[in-house]
């Protein structure tokens, strides 16, 4: 499997315009409203690609994380009354501990152990959460101040003068998302393109190759278990503080397969296709209202069909087809263990 | 007809037609659009099935009846799967892209909390579904709701407790939403009625089997009843695995399983179990000069041949919340939604399936405790106790 | 207090017998394919639901569980044909996703067809309860418990007696070499599934009088069949067996003992324990990796 | 190989011994069984600094086995291996290769998901900063660093002859391109003593003829080549010393000629 798109095409600047278009296009509330939210998980799972697309270690408790951050951040802002930005890095702060603790014995397991292992840890989160009501507000949720930077508050509800022109929240919302998508890119594509992504890449092409030639996997799995926590764990926040209102639905086994699937949809270790398997997969319960009571079916079947006639996801399978005229790749034996 | 009735007619006709000629008001064919979300699917489905039938239902009847200030209703309702960060975003849709008039949902609290603050800020009337007094306490003036509060069915259920001179019972409830805030509500109000809850178990949603929970009950000192505040399939579990159990003390339910599922799930083990329910289930016992008696064995009778499966609690609050809705749009006289609103904040005395509701302004919900009555299961039905 | 013990302890291995039956299924398919078919749990609703609502029509009930395990058969062999089988050359976890798709597919289906209600199966046997030295059983768990371990010495037989039980075998030892030796893999995966998705559909039809049965049963059903063949170490017929009424048990005495909040945490907890005691599970290979 | 000095190498000055000039390899009573079955049984060697030394007998012999347990992949039951005086039984893979232990692998183990240029560079991971902030943030030290790495790998791929392959990823090539380039990967690390497990099975007489001048260029740079191999005809052209294994045991050892004429040998390989 190589790269899904060749380090030539600038990505980066094709996201953003097509970042900047979106608002342009679809100058509606209700769309940038839907994108703000693409945008956040989006930035979720390109954290946790560099986990289980990169390094192939396959985490199935990732919400877990992404519910820490989100009720770090609602907890420390609504009971103890701190402000969003050092509440959102203390979350992560803790978060990032949590992970290297779990994660040290935890990822000596291989393959689908490590998936168990990794689901039974976000369903203990979720229980948690879901019971200690008096801390997280139980199953009925939570509500979480707007997000705010300095005494200046940024709502949906609200609209803001910049630069003369009237900007209005779910606009602003979307700007900040956007921009933390980008941030997310860039620092993906750096650690991938370092030496650390390098051997990053080599746990899942080969971890003996990469143990014989000086690399200590574990330790890398553990590095990038974290970042990936810690991706999710800020995205929680930012979300948390988005949508205003948050419940312990985000931390369960269901949550963390959705992110799982975004990421398997879009095209495992491919940065800019798992972005795509983010908007198509929030999108699609949406365009899927017409069918009613098929809806559930539909959604399956759509799932199903793209992963079979695209089984190593979107955008890959599609560069794929554009480079049809590459030489023919060579499967080794080398590969099956 | 004599000439006098017939000026009356005539004159009435041309002001109605000065009216509509006259006012900037929509063409009589514009629907008034009723937006809906309900947990259809999912962990809740148990609520937002029944809602979701009786609203398909009802707009379908209110249409074919002539609609409502001679327009149609047009209702567009989605699915949130039981998720409140997907209803919150089909809130917003209803709101910003349907542009409905009136918000029904959510089936949840979760999933209404998750939407009120954009109805609040689209300045839209919504009628929840949900039980939980938080949603109408303290009040937002543009959220009303229509089942009795989890608060009134535990205050309802303690006070039966406390007649038959039971001081110290057993609780078990769901780990969901529902059960969380009985059991927190239940908690609140025992001492008030001098009862002391000496034991406190929980189940989850899906759990399949209960018994270690009860025996644990059954082993505390001192248990004189036990109460679950659930809903949903764990109820109907507990209920057969108290049977089986042969725990002989009385068991109480929430108005969770009011509803003829229950007494099919559960079997012979109901037998004598007791809940505050709506008077939904019995309509026939009630006494003729009850003035909910016409309603809801009309409802019933209609749900039941619409989809031949029994009514719940839960269609009940649907009914409600659409026919508030419908009450309301038709005294403001149009579809302004700070009329509508207005006008439900002011409804006296409207009789629905779930109760008498009479709002204020500092009362969105309008019920009062005796619009819960107490049940027992008898020889496989329900039967009406005080 | 032994009453009391012995209560928890037949909680436990009743539920505990049906978390082994679907995990055998998950091993089945595990050994198989190596996939993990996260559809399993759809099965276990299918032989429950089809059950339910043949008995509806009329039909007697050994002819409605025959024909319910019937229908399960075949959709596990088309579940293999129409969508594991075009995708055999992706990623184990694509075809995980596709699983995953698969079953909410079934899910969706199954609540178009039957609604969203659930329903209860009668129990097998006239009486429901017996008393056992002060402590209550069901009946239907004495069903549950004897089909387990009917089914699970059927497939040891078909494993060690029978040719295309063999062919599986040497499969999830070795796929190459099975294939050399005239072994049709595809065939050999497809019949993995149809067994699975009938261990499925059996565990539905005998655990529905207990757990009552819904069109969504199979996700809270499927996921602790999963962890159970985990903890037994994925691919062992005994560890599925010792996995699932460990499971079962674990969850009832915490229940029992500790905290009904926390049964499922504790339990996930000493599942987390033993996975990095034996990273492989109770009874998974301990064989080295070949590099 | 060590013409070109490595920039800021950041390996421990005390784990560095033995890496610059050829290391030395003793195995001191190796015993390793799988379920009853002995792979390796109580087998005693001495392979010297700068030798090329050849490890065959026949399948199920316990070479790979050998193999893995003096690169860390395995834990002897019993035993030692002294690399360089100091033994390293039991130890992690990846601190072997910081003492200059370097292998190749039987069944191939390239990584399919980069490109030959990638999986050669990353062989010089030891040699690389690996600064975690200038990761992230793109630094110039650290783009400077990666371009110098790059540079090299390319030369090394010229030097085991895949100069053909320099744009290819790893998934697009031939079989024995696939171990050359395990080979380019393993020099990459700059290492002491390189283990080549079956360097030339499933190649054509062309390429085991050039892998033969390339085993033959490594060790004329110092580096000691341990190689597992059934080829007899390339073993006995370029071994100094060959070791004889049979059922996990030392069946016979000393140069080609004395193997070769050894009865033993003979009747094993004939017998076998």
């Known amino acids: ?337 | 007809m004599n000439k006098k009735s017939l000026l009356r007619g005539l004159a009435a006709v041309t002001t109605l037609l000065a009216l509509a000629l006259a006012g900037p008001a929509p063409a009589s064919d514009e629907p008034i659009r009723i937006g809906a979300f309900v947990s259809a699917t999912g962990p809740a489905s148990f609520l937002g099935d029944p809602e979701l039938k009786t609203l398909e239902m009802y707009v379908e009847r209110i249409n074919e009846q002539g609609g409502v200030l001679g327009r149609p209703l047009h209702l567009v309702h989605y699915d949130d799967g039981g998720s409140a960060s997907e209803a919150r975003n089909f809130a917003n849709r209803l709101l910003r892209r349907d542009r409905v008039d009136v918000l029904i949902g959510g089936s949840t609290t979760g999933t209404t909390l998750a939407a009120v603050p954009l109805a609040q800020r689209a300045r839209t009337p919504m009628i929840s579904m949900a039980g939980a007094l938080t949603i109408v306490e303290p009040v937002n003036p543009w959220v009303f709701k229509t089942p009795q509060s989890d608060r009134m069915a535990a205050e309802r259920v303690l006070a039966d407790m406390q007649d038959r001179g039971i001081t110290r019972i057993g609780l078990i409830s769901g780990t969901d939403g529902f059960g969380r805030s009985g059991r927190e509500q239940t908690l609140e109000v025992a001492e008030q009625f001098g009862i002391e809850v000496v034991a406190d178990q929980t189940y989850g949603p899906q759990d399949t089997d209960m018994t270690s929970q009860l025996t644990r009950i059954r082993t505390t000192e001192g248990v004189e009843a036990v109460f679950n505040f659930g809903f949903g399939q764990g109820p109907a579990i507990v209920t057969r695995n108290y049977a089986h159990l042969d725990i002989d003390l009385p068991l109480y339910q929430s108005h969770g399983v009011a509803s003829d599922r229950f007494l099919d799930l559960a079997g012979s083990a109901a037998e004598g179990v007791r809940l505050p329910a709506s008077a939904l289930l019995v309509p026939d016992a009630l006494p003729d000069e009850d003035p909910q008696k016409p309603v809801v064995q009309g409802y019933k009778q209609a749900y039941e041949a619409r989809w031949n499966t029994s009514v719940s609690t839960f269609g009940g609050y649907a009914y409600d919340a659409l026919h508030l809705a419908v009450h309301a749009i038709e005294q403001a006289g149009s579809t302004d939604p700070k009329a509508i609103r207005e006008a439900l904040e002011s409804i006296q005395g409207f009789v629905g399936v779930t109760g008498v509701f009479s709002m204020a302004p500092e009362d969105h919900n309008g019920l009062e405790p005796e619009s819960f009555r107490l049940l027992e299961v008898r020889d496989g039905g329900w039967v009406l106790i005080h | ?291 | ?272």
């Open chain 3, 1 to 291: 207090m032994f009453a009391e013990f012995l209560q928890y302890l037949f909680s436990g291995v009743t539920t505990g017998a049906i978390y082994a039956l679907v995990a055998l299924g998950f091993t089945l398919v595990y050994n198989a394919s190596h996939v993990i078919n996260f559809a399993q749990g759809e099965f276990i609703m299918i032989g429950g639901m089809a059950t339910l609502s043949l008995l509806g029509m009329g039909v007697p009930m050994p002819l409605a569980i025959g024909l319910a395990i019937l229908l399960a058969a075949v959709l596990g062999a088309l579940l293999h044909q129409l969508a594991i089988a075009p995708a055999r050359q992706a990623d184990v976890v694509t075809l995980i996703i596709i699983t995953i798709g698969a079953s909410i597919f079934l899910r969706g289906l199954a609540q178009v067809i039957w609604g969203k209600e659930y329903h209860a199966l009668p129990s097998f046997s006239e009486q429901e309860s017996i008393e056992v030295m002060g402590a209550v059983m069901y009946t239907q768990s004495l069903w549950i418990l004897g089909v387990t371990t009917l089914l699970v010495l059927a497939l040891a037989l078909f494993f060690t007696r029978t040719l295309v039980g063999k062919a599986i075998l040497a499969t999830s030892m070795n796929r190459q070499a099975a294939r050399l030796m005239g072994v049709r893999i595809q065939f050999v995966v497809m019949l993995a599934f149809t067994l699975a998705a009938i261990l499925g559909a059996v565990a539905g039809a005998v655990a529905s009088p207990i757990t009552l049965t819904s069109y969504d049963i199979g996700i809270m059903l499927g996921l602790k069949g999963f962890v159970a063949a985990a903890i037994g170490g994925l691919g062992s017929g005994v560890g599925a067996v010792v996995g699932g009424l460990l499971l079962g048990i674990a969850e009832a005495m915490t229940a029992g003992y500790i905290s009904s909040d926390y049964k499922d945490a504790v339990a996930f907890l000493l599942i987390l324990v033993i996975l990095l005691f034996m990273p492989r599970g109770l009874f998974g290979s301990r064989v080295a990796e070949r590099v």
């Open chain 4, 1 to 272: 190989m060590h013409a070109v000095p490595s920039q800021n190498d950041p390996v421990e000055p005390d784990e560095e011994k033995g890496r610059r000039a050829g290391a030395d390899l003793a195995v001191l009573s190796l015993s390793k069984a799988f379920g009853g079955v002995h792979a390796v049984e109580d087998l005693t060697f001495h392979i010297r600094a700068g030798a090329i030394h050849a490890v065959i007998g026949p399948n199920g012999a316990g070479k790979t086995t050998l193999f893995n347990l003096i690169t860390g992949l395995y834990q002897p039951d019993r035993g030692e291996v002294l690399l360089d005086g100091q033994p390293i039984q039991g130890m992690a893979p990846e601190r072997l290769a910081r003492r200059g232990m370097s292998r190749t692998f039987q069944n191939l183990q390239v990584c399919m998901n980069m490109s030959a240029v990638e999986n050669v560079m990353l062989g010089r991971h030891l040699h690389l900063k690996r600064n975690f902030l200038a990761a992230l943030l793109r630094w110039p030290s650290l783009r400077r660093s990666e371009q110098a790495c790059r540079e090299k790998a390319r030369e090394l791929l010229r030097f085991v002859g895949c100069e053909a392959y320099l744009e290819a990823e790893a998934s697009a090539m031939p079989y024995g391109a696939l171990k050359r380039l395990e080979i380019a990967r393993a020099l990459a690390t700059e290492p002491g003593i390189l283990l080549l497990d079956e360097p030339a099975a499933g190649l054509n007489s062309a390429e085991t003829a050039a892998l033969e001048r390339l085993v033959v260029r490594i060790a004329d740079q110092g580096v000691t080549v341990v190689l597992v191999e059934h080829d007899m005809k390339l073993v006995m052209a370029i071994s100094h010393q060959v070791l004889v294994l049979d059922y996990g045991r030392k069946l016979a050892e000393g140069t080609p000629e004395e193997v070769r004429h050894n009865p033993d040998v003979i009747a094993a390989y004939l017998g076998g």
């Open chain 1, 1 to 337: 499997m190589r790269l899904s798109v060749p380090s030539k095409i600038p990505g980066l600047p094709v996201l953003a315009i097509v970042l900047l278009l979106v608002p342009i296009v679809l100058n509606d509330e209700f769309y940038l409203d839907i994108a703000t939210q693409v945008a956040l998980i989006a930035a979720t799972v390109v954290g946790l690609n560099l986990l289980v697309g990169y390094a192939g270690q396959v985490s199935l408790g990732h919400a877990a994380f992404f519910a820490l951050g989100a009720y770090g951040s609602a907890i420390l802002t609504g009971t103890y009354g701190w402000t969003p930005v050092p509440a959102l890095l203390c979350a992560a702060l803790l978060v990032a501990t949590l992970a290297w603790l779990v994660g040290r014995p935890i990822l000596r397991l291989k393959g689908h152990y490590l998936s168990m292992a990794t689901l039974g840890l976000g369903i203990i989160i979720a229980i948690i959460i879901n019971n200690e009501g008096w801390l997280t507000g139980g199953p009925d949720g939570i509500p979480v101040a707007p997000f705010s930077v300095m005494g200046f508050e940024l709502s949906i509800f609200d609209e803001y003068q910049v630069l003369g022109m009237t900007v209005s929240g779910a606009l602003a919302w979307y700007a900040l998302a956007g921009v933390l998508l980008l941030l997310a890119v860039w620092i993906a594509q750096n650690l991938i393109d370092s030496p650390i992504g390098r051997a990053l890449r080599a746990v899942r092409g080969s971890e003996v190759a990469a143990r014989v030639v000086g690399v200590d996997t574990s330790h890398y799995k553990l590095l990038i278990f974290v970042i990936s926590a810690v991706y999710a764990s800020l995205m929680g926040s930012f979300f948390a503080h988005y949508t205003g209102f948050i419940t312990p639905q985000l931390a369960t086994f269901e949550h963390s397969i959705e992110l799982i699937t975004i990421v398997v949809l879009g095209g495992m270790g491919s940065t800019y296709g798992v972005i795509i398997g983010a908007v198509l997969l929030l999108l699609l319960p949406q365009l899927l209202t017409d069918f009613h009571e098929y809806e559930m079916m539909m959604f399956g079947l759509i799932l199903m069909l793209t992963m079979i006639f695209m089984p190593r996801g979107l955008l890959p399978t599609l560069s794929g087809l554009l480079q049809r005229s590459w030489p023919r790749r060579v499967r080794s034996s080398g590969q099956e263990d």
